[in-house]
């Protein structure tokens, strides 16, 4: 092209320039980059401007694992697909006598389910909510559910070559579940490592599925049970998995390097305990262990002794002022005043809807996911916490640094 | 040290002394610019995008064409890598719609960051005077993050039609067919790169004034080969390094998948350019033609290496404020984040160069000086597929 035809582009250019710079300033600042509205998204977590509308899943089967746990395989109403990360929970809303309980229940199927999900329940002793779902919940019965959430997750990508050592207790293995059938499907190359502790055959959950899969992948998945009374010629492990119980486990698992592994685990808490210390006294990075708590269902206080307090929320340099009303949680009150606020589980065991406090004195409902420095540079769960009084916040605050 | 020239700049108000710092690196371009012919077909080009910063004032810009459209009615089968690579780019084709678009992305999220969040380092940024308070990290990271996408997408919109224009100029008959799936490849990547930033991140900067430079050049550059140098090479080279440190360092499952099958398009893209070159400039063309072309090479990826300083964030964050854009400058180039993206980006374009003949001894001490002359082994694109290549960054990071 000739010099004389850039040229005269160039004049072209210059003048766009000069009545660009002569604009006002609001104009050109305009000019480094343009603002979106974030399309916000239903599924793991939602914005405020769904409010907290629970979604509504039907139970399409009903699946009696043992004699105290029960699988429901539930699908959307709307038959939309429904996306996971193998490990998440959903939150169960159930009304019984005419008072309102929310449970986490994990997903026990696989992600590469696209129009169903199962979640498993084991009978609690005087568990209200898991003896009710035991007992009333049928093919058809319509459950009102909060989430997928959590972050003890698995992300299956095929691309993937990794070695996985789950540890399950009991219902525990309800998410190992999940992770296990994911990672066999998606991932061709990686190889699991399960080991499973019970009192007794009778109670370990999924007993024939691991059989089965066992044999489907006999080249990738190697299955162990230990049962704490095990039957006269019970072959498998012996003892309750604690810390020596599952040394002994892990020295007879040749196959498994625990240098190139990850460990998946969930289950009692002394389990969980001893299980963490070995791999750390072998050597393991601590990194490389993940690990689900199921924590009881906090325990609400008596809502109706809340005031309303004026209310100060700071979300991504934006401010929103108002009152809350009273026996309203942070969360609900937030909503309501429209604040960008962030929620998934909506009981505490998520963590998705962390805040910290920046002034005022809150309540939060007790056990809840936040670890102990959480507690002590003042973030709460915005959930699961009532103000006492006037309350300044901010939602998803960076991360507590030790 | 300070000399004369930096004590009279210090005591100049800030936005002279940006207005003295981008001249004096527009300068330092047209200073690199060794033969005529190469300062011929970039200089009008610079100026348009470094002085005038053309990309900027205005929604649209213009770029004249002046390459011809050549046509063969005898069809003939001229190349059989490229119809090979035709074939691959036939399978390889996938829907942008049926990526996981329902994931929510909160890029403010420190637990599963959009991008690294070491990019802009705290404690450098600190020794400058730059404080981040609570959210303004992430906040940072947001943008930087965003900057970097939004060069992505731009630098897609000229690959697409850059694309259209190298189907149009190619010699080969085969080149031209697989041309098309590149042009198809390419609104792809526009399609799904525009999509995550308007709806996920909520933030689109503009095209920077490098990046303008270099697709204006071979825009309106005349011969074909330059086109191919320009796009194949040089800009899709770039990108497959950007987008792989992306991919690496990305923890949001959305974007992972969406560069994991960019990843592999642009593998191809690459591989296309230097079946074509490889031949033409080791034997189709005269030994000063191929030398004007090693400079034009080293041009571009001067510009390229300057094209990262994220001005375009600076100007956002710090314009008229006491933060001077060579300390910003100072900070892009020492932060750890921003170093191994240069250093990704670089691994994966310096070895095309070499592959198709554009790294003689002649001008190798140039890289060296612009300190590119770490990069100069390494592999080139036809010896790794797209597939290889996501696998290798897999096992990098894991």
């Known amino acids: 092209m000739s010099l004389l035809r850039k040229l005269s582009l160039l004049v072209v250019d210059l003048q766009k320039m000069l009545t660009n710079k002569m604009g006002s300033p609001q104009q050109r600042a305009k000019k480094t980059f343009r603002a979106y509205d974030i399309t916000p998204v239903v599924g793991s977590s939602a914005s405020s401007s769904e409010m907290m509308h629970p979604d509504i899943m039907q139970v399409v089967r009903v699946i009696r694992e043992t004699a105290d746990t029960v699988s429901l395989v539930m699908s959307r109403q709307d038959k939309h697909t429904i996306q996971f990360v193998p490990g998440m929970f959903y939150t169960v809303i159930a009304t019984i006598d005419g008072v309102e309980y929310r449970r986490a229940y994990s997903i026990s199927s696989a992600s590469t389910e696209a129009h169903t999900v199962t979640i498993t329940i084991k009978r609690v002793q005087d568990g209200l909510v898991s003896n009710w779902i035991n007992d009333h919940v049928l093919e058809g019965t319509l459950l009102r559910v909060f989430g997928p959430s959590g972050t003890f997750v698995l992300l299956p990508d095929s691309t993937q070559k990794r070695h996985i050592l789950l540890i399950g207790g009991g ?107 070995e791999l750390l006294s072998r050597g393991m990075l601590a990194k490389h262990i993940h690990q689900e708590r199921f924590t009881p269902a906090p325990t609400h206080k008596n809502a109706l002794s809340y005031a309303p307090q004026a209310l ?52 939060m409902d007790e056990p809840n996911c936040l670890t102990a420095e959480e507690h002590t540079a003042r973030y709460a769960l915005s959930c699961i916490t009532r103000p006492l009084s006037a309350v300044e916040f901010e939602v998803a605050p960076p991360n507590v640094t030790l | 040290m300070n000399t004369p020239l930096d004590s009279i700049r210090n005591i100049l108000p800030v936005h002279v002394r940006n207005r003295v710092d981008g001249l004096m690196e527009a300068a330092d371009i047209f200073a690199s610019m060794k033969s005529p012919s190469v300062m011929r077909a970039i200089a ?62 909160d890029p403010l999220n420190a637990e599963i960051p959009v991008a690294p969040i070491d990019l802009i380092d705290l404690n450098i940024a600190k020794s400058m005077g730059i404080k981040f308070e609570g959210k303004e990290h992430m906040r940072m990271v947001h943008s930087m993050a965003s900057w970097m996408l939004s060069q992505f997408l731009h630098g897609e919109q000229g690959a697409l039609l850059a694309a259209a224009q190298v189907t149009e100029s190619v010699k080969f008959y085969d080149g031209k067919l697989y041309g098309a799936t590149q042009v198809m490849d390419e609104a792809r990547h526009v399609e799904v ?111 390229m290496r300057n094209r990262f300083m994220a001005y375009e964030v600076y100007e956002e964050w710090y314009d008229g404020t006491s933060v001077t854009r060579s300390q910003w400058r100072e900070l892009i180039m020492n932060s750890p984040g921003m170093q191994r993206f240069r250093k990704t980006m670089f691994t ?34 036809p010896e790794v597929t797209g597939e290889q290549m996501v696998t290798e960054l897999d096992r990098e990071s894991a």
Not at chain 1, 203 to 224: G, M, P
Not at chain 1, 324 to 333: A, G, I, M, N, V
Not at chain 2, 353 to 378: K, M, T, V
Request: charge should be negative.
């Open chain 2, 348 to 381: 994966r374009l310096v070895p095309n160069i070499r592959e198709i003949g554009l790294l003689s001894d002649r001008i190798r001490p140039h890289y060296e000086q612009a300190g590119l002359g770490i990069y100069f082994a390494g592999q080139a694109a």
């Open chain 2, 193 to 303: 790169f525009q999509r995550y930033i308007t709806e996920k991140l909520g933030k689109m900067y503009h095209i920077n004034d490098n990046l303008f430079v270099i697709i204006d050049a071979l825009m309106t550059d005349s011969r074909w080969d330059l086109k191919f140098l320009g796009m194949q090479i040089m800009v899709e080279g770039l990108a497959l390094g950007a987008f792989g440190f992306l991919y690496q360092s990305t923890k949001e499952p959305l974007l992972k998948e969406l560069l994991k099958y960019v990843i592999q398009d642009e593998a191809r893209h690459v591989h296309y350019g230097v079946l074509a070159l490889k031949e033409h400039i080791n034997y189709g063309i005269s030994k000063s033609e191929r030398n004007e072309r090693e400079d034009w090479a080293y041009e571009v990826a001067l510009l």
């Open chain 2, 44 to 105: 009008p080009s610079a100026v348009r995008g470094l002085l005038f910063s053309a990309g900027k004032h205005s929604d649209t810009s213009d770029m004249p064409a002046s390459h011809s459209a050549h046509f063969n009615w005898a069809y003939p089968h001229d190349h059989p890598e490229m119809l090979e690579l035709y074939e691959r780019a036939k399978l390889g084709q996938w829907n942008g719609s049926d990526l996981p678009w329902h994931t929510s992305v």
């Open chain 1, 171 to 277: 219902s525990g293995i309800t998410p190992l579940m999940s992770i296990c059938k994911s990672v066999l499907a998606i991932e061709s190359e990686s190889t699991i490592h399960l080991l499973y502790g019970n009192r007794s055959k009778e109670e370990a959950i999924f007993f024939d599925e691991f059989k089965r899969l066992q044999k489907q992948y006999s080249d990738r998945l190697t299955i162990r049970h230990v049962l704490e009374t095990p039957a006269a010629g019970w072959k498998g492990g012996k003892g309750r998995l604690d810390r020596s119980t599952f040394a002994q486990e892990l020295d007879h698992l040749a196959t498994l390097n625990i240098n190139d592994s990850t460990v998946y685990m969930c289950g009692p808490e002394p389990m969980m305990e001893g299980v963490r210390a």
């Open chain 1, 312 to 363: 100060i929320i700071h979300v991504n340099g934006k401010t929103w002022k108002g009152q809350s009303k009273p026996s309203e949680t942070l969360l609900e009150s937030g909503l309501a005043l429209s604040a960008d606020m962030q929620f998934s589980c909506t009981m505490g065991g998520c963590g998705r809807c962390r805040i910290k406090i920046l002034q005022g004195d809150v309540e």
